[in-house]
């Protein structure tokens, strides 16, 4: 192989190396407020009995 296709693969896999190193570096957790927790939960449960309600309906 020349030595132009040895240069395409090393910067082709310094590339993804270097991408997937700043994606790990700049990841970090979200932190949620209790308040929007307490809302997420609330939605969920609202969803949950919305859910039950129709499948009562559809099994009667």
Do not use: Y
């Amino acid at each position: 192989m020349p030595a132009i296709g040895w240069i395409f693969i090393v910067l082709a896999v310094g590339m993804v190396l270097s991408s997937l190193l700043l994606l790990r570096d700049t990841a970090h957790a979200m932190p949620i407020t209790k308040e929007k927790m307490e809302k997420i939960k609330e939605r969920k449960a609202e969803l949950e009995a919305e859910e039950a309600r129709e499948e009562e309906q559809k099994d009667p």
